[in-house]
């Protein structure tokens, strides 16, 4: 039979200051390992299975003596029933590290769900849209909280406050979170009911958008003032004010004329080719163009070092702003975008083109997936005569007025043509 150590007392242990294994009675094999160092730590020697195992039961003073000596009993009797210390305390770690890889937080969802889907979106601009306004209204509610935890309530908390006063913005945020948390689904970090889902679940606990959203529609220019208009613009110096008169006489987006280069240019064919990655569709765009737009863009200085149609005064692509500036500037009250509703309003109450036409010159996206599926050309030759018309009527040619597309000369004559 082993000798027993002698036992040390509590006080006698805080005096233990020389290097080495002492060896502190109490419980067999319990020793108190000292460092040159001076740190000091508890170990528990033990044979296990035929081999000598040591067990660590902590620092000591962290760990004090009777900590030590209970740690050491109750290793001693898990060895006695089979159970061997070290392999449990191994395979706890292991799934303590499972957990951890197994559960994420909302926060952590949003970054690898924006960084799995982020290749596929159109532009930087909506990445960073995607992350912000999550950032802003969703993470310091359940940014830090599992996402296999988040419930209505959580969802309610993030929505709520800004449901009735930033409607538009809220119904985005609530979309992104059951992005977010079907990705985490998918990925089983979760599992259940998406409780962010609209349909079946929180149209039945908030107001739908469009019933306390009011539609903002932006300011455009009544059809009769557009021949005044497209004059006083030509007066205006500056590619930001020749950029304007492009976009209008192209029915496009201000961002599509300000994004635009040279190498989508055909003016041969007299065709602008917009990518599909500058598009809001992401789908290419065929703009034909019109005579007055094909003159515009020959005056237009061709600049070496730059690949724009209209670039800014130090270089570069013309600011998001510049083309509001210029109307801002002629006190018109309506915005660039506006033109678009102008242009669709034309079509429909001036002309005999078709509907579906104006939509394509638009670029809009068909409503129908059953249309959509059957419709495979984008009616170029029908929109080259629009466009034409469109730019006849805004220069004030009479030619349109003499022509079939036009419905009502007799009624606004006298107000355009002088």
Known sequence: MPLLAKEFSALAISRLTQPGHHAVGGVSGLYLYVLATGARSWVLRVVIGGRRRHIGLGSYPSVPLAAAKEKARDARQKIEAGIDPIAEKHAAK?????????????????????????????????????????????????????????????????????????????????????????????????????????????????????KIQKVVHHKALPIDQMPQFMVNIKLREGMAARALEFTILCAARSGETRGAVWDEIDLKERTWIIPGERMKAGKEHRVPLSHSAVALLQSLPRLVDEPWLFSAPRGGQLSDMALSAVMKRMNVDAVPHGFRSTFRDWVGERTNHPSEVAEQALAHTLESKVEAAYRRGDSLLKRRQLMQDWDNFIKGNESFFASESFQDYSIIREKIIK
């Open 94 to 210: 292991q799934k303590i590290a499972a957990s951890r890889l197994k559960n994420k937080t909302f926060a952590e969802a949003l970054r690898a769900y924006i960084d799995a889907q982020g290749a596929g979106w159109k532009n930087p601009k909506h990445r960073a849209q995607w992350s912000s306004t999550l950032e802003t209204y969703a993470c310091p509610v359940m940014g830090e909280l599992s996402v296999d935890l988040i419930a209505q309530e959580h969802i309610l908390a993030v929505l709520e406050p800004i449901w009735k006063t930033k409607t538009e913005t809220a119904s985005r945020v609530r979309g992104r979170i059951e992005a977010v948390l079907d990705w985490a689904t998918v990925r089983k970090y979760r599992s259940g009911e998406n409780p962010a889902r609209w349909k079946g679940h929180l149209d039945k606990l908030l107001p739908a958008p469009s």
